[in-house]
Nanobody
Framework: EVQLVESGGGLVQAGGSLRLSCAAS????????IGWFRQAPGKEREGVSC????????DYGDSVKGRFTISSDNAKGTVYLQMNSLKPEDPAVYYC?????????????????????WGQGTQVTVSS
């Protein structure tokens, strides 16, 4: 059974940092892309970052470039999202997702429809 479990969310002051984790199981982690997405109340879910586990290629949404960093530990089957310089517009439920329909790709996508397995999400709150 494919499972994605997010952790690391919480309350942080504006300008602070958080590191989110996505623990994946039930599939060969090295062969697929993992993405991070977020959804704020009343807004559409948007792509934040993604990583191709096969070669480490990454991509970022424009709103987080230079502030967020995605990484993976293939041995642990875990993807991390280091979020620095958090802003009042960053609060949302953050989800990780796996694209298990594209085997061994050297790219990743920020498009929601590319991903077929999703975690339950972790809440990030930023106080000003």
């Amino acid at each position: 059974e494919v499972q994605l479990v997010e952790s690391g969310g919480g309350l942080v002051q504006a300008g602070g940092s958080l590191r989110l984790s996505c623990a994946a199981s039930g599939f060969t982690f090295d062969d697929y892309a993992i993405g991070w997405f977020r959804q704020a109340p009343g807004k559409e879910r948007e792509g934040v970052s993604c990583i191709s586990s096969s070669d480490g290629s990454t991509d970022y949404g424009d709103s987080v470039k230079g502030r967020f960093t995605i990484s993976s530990d293939n041995a642990k089957g875990t993807v991390y999202l280091q979020m620095n310089s958090l802003k009042p517009e960053d609060p949302a439920v953050y989800y990780c997702a796996a694209d298990l329909r594209t085997y061994g790709s050297s790219w990743c996508s920020l498009r929601l429809w590319q991903y077929d397995y999703w975690g339950q999400g972790t809440q990030v709150t930023v106080s000003s």
